[in-house]
């Protein structure tokens, strides 16, 4: 078994629990363990916290890597944001008067920043650790036919140089995965179009999003496979938002990876927290 | 260029404005932005909106144009942090990140939306940016898991006071 330190972050075990569930059922059916990450904060979020003050914000993400290292682990996140503050610290910390900047903020608190811990995210760390063909195995009820728009988001990818998770203008980590459990992935024409959640205006997401859900429809698929938590509220809670302003019928049920694999698994939809989505995805119950 | 700039008249550059940036993580980085617009075409911000544009953003912090910048309704909120720019710079100039340094010197003006200084506010005082309440726990024993520990706020207080050193924002 391989170990990782869990760095569950905020949005998903507040809001969306069912996807850490699925989380903890999958890894060790796949061969790794993950340990919880006691102490850990929110990482900080990239978008908010980072526009008020970028160096409190470094000195909170180091304290986060710091009690990783500890346990002399590397991370595993499992929402693109933690993993963007994350591995983006790691990147600015490489820098000597930066990171002497923040160790002195975490001498304050008796604690060192020290560079040993790597951050993976969950989707990266099954591509590299496990394998497409360890993943095809585990599955157990094969999604033959079911055909899964994908949705990567902008966070995952890049910037690439600090993320090191896939090529962002022909990334194949979510298709793969999503293949490996018998489904079929498709792009759809604005896959690389952003959500736009972090946008704080009212109409550049709301026309986004508007354009992003006409191209999902049109791609005629029965899911939208996600893998990040805030997307996932905007194609759920924004869906519908986008449905009424817009006055047209979008109802595409988002559905998490690491759910959809553990429904593969085996696990059954009723356990998955599938019925508190907005739009459910009922099509999975053919399987 | 600004707007009531003379045809003969020399640009004048802000270079107080430029040296608060400067002093911003990656603040600086503007420095090195020629102009050429790679940034712009894979700019979500751009597309749906007419006010935004990350290559007239780096020009304006280059002259250090701060009212057009730093106004309240600051276009950089436009921006949908979508890192397409950083990705696209062939300057590594990161105009997301020149962006997110110029939004510290918003806040530390005091301006910012409020969804913004809610976020922030949640974060502050519970380390976490969603409040953890009784239902949150409820949700979460449907799932077999365990209430949500707290976060040590002590420690993360601590850090988040600014340091004495000068070097600090003004
Ligand atoms: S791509 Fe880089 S160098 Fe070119 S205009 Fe944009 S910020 Fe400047
Ligand atoms: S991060 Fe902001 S400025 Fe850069 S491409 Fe995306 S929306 Fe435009």
């Given at each position: 078994m391989?170990?990782?330190?869990?760095?569950?972050?905020?949005?998903i075990?507040a809001?969306?629990?069912?996807?850490?569930?699925?989380?903890?059922?999958?890894l060790?059916?796949?061969?790794?363990?993950?340990?919880d990450?006691?102490?850990?904060?929110?990482?900080?979020?990239?978008?908010?916290?980072?526009?008020?003050?970028?160096?409190?914000?470094l000195?909170?993400?180091?304290?986060?890597?710091?009690?990783?290292e500890?346990?002399?682990?590397?991370?595993?996140?499992?929402?693109?944001?933690c993993t963007?503050?994350?591995?983006?610290?790691?990147?600015?910390?490489?820098?000597?008067i930066?990171?002497?900047?923040?160790n002195?903020?975490l001498?304050?608190?008796?604690?060192?920043?020290?560079?040993?811990?790597?951050?993976?995210?969950?989707?990266?760390?099954?591509?590299?650790?496990v394998?497409?063909?360890?993943?095809?195995?585990?599955?157990v009820?094969?999604l033959?036919g079911?055909?899964?728009?994908?949705?990567?988001?902008?966070?995952?990818?890049?910037?690439?140089k600090?993320?090191?998770?896939?090529n962002p203008d022909?990334?194949?980590?979510?298709?793969?995965?999503v293949e490996?459990?018998?489904a079929?992935?498709?792009?759809?024409?604005?896959?690389?179009?952003c959500?736009?959640?972090?946008c704080?205006?009212?109409?550049?997401?709301?026309?986004?999003?508007?354009?992003?859900?006409?191209?999902?429809?049109?791609?005629?698929?029965?899911?939208?496979?996600?893998?990040?938590?805030?997307?996932?509220?905007?194609?759920?809670?924004g869906?519908m938002?986008?449905?009424?302003?817009?006055?047209e019928?979008?109802?595409?049920?988002?559905?998490y990876?690491?759910?959809?694999?553990?429904?593969?698994?085996?696990?059954?939809?009723e356990k998955?927290?599938?019925?508190?989505?907005r739009?459910?995805?009922?099509?999975?119950?053919?399987f | 260029?600004?707007?009531?700039?003379?045809?003969?008249?020399?640009v004048?550059?802000?270079f107080?404005?430029?040296r608060?940036l400067?002093?911003?993580?990656?603040?600086?980085?503007a420095?090195f932005?020629?102009?050429?617009?790679?940034?712009?075409?894979?700019?979500?911000a751009?597309t749906?909106?007419?006010?935004?544009?990350?290559?007239e953003?780096?020009?304006?912090?280059l002259?250090?144009?701060?009212?057009?910048?730093?106004?309240?309704?600051?276009?950089?909120?436009?921006?949908t942090n979508?890192?397409n720019?950083?990705?696209?710079?062939?300057?590594e100039?990161k105009?997301?990140?020149?962006?997110?340094s110029?939004k510290?010197?918003?806040?530390?003006?005091g301006?910012?939306?409020?969804?913004?200084?809610?976020?922030?506010?949640?974060?502050?005082?519970?380390?976490?940016t969603?409040r953890?309440?009784?239902?949150?726990?409820?949700?979460?024993?449907?799932f077999?898991?365990?209430?949500?520990?707290p976060?040590p706020?002590d420690?993360v207080?601590?850090?988040?006071?600014?340091?004495?050193?000068?070097?600090?924002?003004?």
């Open positions: 391989k170990r990782f330190a869990f760095f569950p972050g905020c949005l075990p809001r969306y629990p069912a996807m850490e569930f699925a989380i903890r059922q999958v060790p059916r796949l061969g790794i363990e993950i340990v990450l006691e102490g850990s904060s929110c990482c900080p979020d990239p978008i908010y916290f980072k526009s008020k003050d970028k160096l409190s914000w000195a909170v993400a180091a304290r986060n890597l710091s009690l990783a500890d346990l002399g682990l590397d991370v595993v996140t499992n929402c693109s944001g963007a503050t994350l591995s983006e610290a790691i990147h600015l910390l490489e820098d000597d930066l990171k002497k900047k923040v002195d903020r001498g304050r608190i008796g604690r060192e920043y020290k560079g040993t811990t790597r951050v993976r995210h969950i989707a990266t760390v099954v591509r590299d650790e394998g497409y063909e360890r993943v095809r195995e585990s599955v009820r094969p033959e079911l055909k899964v728009a994908i949705h990567y988001g902008c966070h995952l990818l890049k910037p690439s600090i993320m090191q998770v896939d022909n990334p194949q980590v979510m298709e793969r995965l490996a459990l018998g079929t992935a498709i792009r759809h024409r604005n896959w690389y179009l959500c736009g959640k972090a704080q205006t009212e109409d550049i997401p709301m026309n986004m999003m508007h354009d992003l859900l006409t191209t999902v429809k049109a791609a005629e698929t029965d899911i939208l496979g996600m893998i990040c938590p805030t997307c996932f509220s905007q194609f759920d809670y869906q938002k986008i449905s009424k302003k817009f006055d019928v979008f109802d595409i049920p988002p559905v990876y690491f759910q959809l694999l553990a429904f593969a698994q085996g696990i059954p939809y998955l927290g599938f019925d508190s989505q739009f459910k995805p009922e099509c999975l119950l053919r | 260029m600004p707007e009531d700039a003379d045809r003969d008249e020399p004048r550059v802000n107080r404005f430029r608060e400067a002093q911003k993580i990656e603040g600086n980085l420095s932005c020629y102009q050429c617009g790679a940034c712009v075409g894979d700019c979500p751009t749906y909106s007419s006010g935004f544009n990350p290559r953003i780096m020009l304006k912090v002259y250090g144009l701060e009212d057009e910048l730093l106004g309240s309704e600051s276009v950089l909120w436009q921006c979508c890192y720019c950083h990705e696209r710079c062939p300057q100039v105009p997301v990140e020149v962006i997110i110029l510290n010197m918003l806040a530390a003006r301006i910012y939306p409020e969804v913004v200084s809610k976020i922030i506010g949640t974060f502050e005082t519970t380390g976490r969603v953890i309440t009784s239902a949150i726990d409820r949700q979460r024993a449907k077999g898991l365990p209430p949500l520990p976060v706020m420690e207080r601590i850090l988040l006071e600014p340091d004495t050193g000068t070097d600090e924002e003004e």
